[in-house]
């Protein structure tokens, strides 16, 4: 078992930046890869970022260049560094991982609000 838990939503003006944390418990050390999803309202959620235990990391196409995602092993921990936000980005955003069996884990969410 694993839980997630993010933190660092909130609101800010657009061209701001915010930073996402989300913390691993349990079985962390069976995690492959770990991920951002965002969910805006009214539509499906969607792959932002995923990092995996090796640190390589992927984007989306509207997130490269603004986002950056980053693993700290020792601390069970994944970050999402978003600068330069637009209120397209305004939406809650969840945590994943995934073990290397397959199993997956999500967290709750925290809203992000990016204001005109």
């Known amino acids: 078992q694993v839980q997630l838990v993010e933190s660092g939503g909130g609101l800010v003006q657009a061209g701001g930046s915010l930073r996402l944390s989300c913390a691993a418990s349990?079985?962390?050390?069976?995690?492959?890869?770990m991920g951002w999803y965002r969910q805006a309202p009214g539509k499906q959620r969607e792959l932002v970022a995923s990092i995996s235990r090796g640190s390589s990391a992927n984007y989306v196409d509207f997130v490269k260049g603004r986002f950056t995602v980053s693993r700290d092993l020792v601390k069970n921990t994944v970050y999402l560094q978003m600068n330069s936000l637009k209120p397209e980005d305004t939406a809650v955003y969840y945590c994943?991982?995934?073990?290397?069996?397959?199993?997956?884990?999500w967290g709750k969410g925290t809203l992000v609000t990016v204001s005109s």
């Open positions: 349990g079985s962390s050390f069976t995690i492959k890869t």
């Open positions: 994943n991982a995934v073990q290397y069996h397959g199993m997956d884990y």
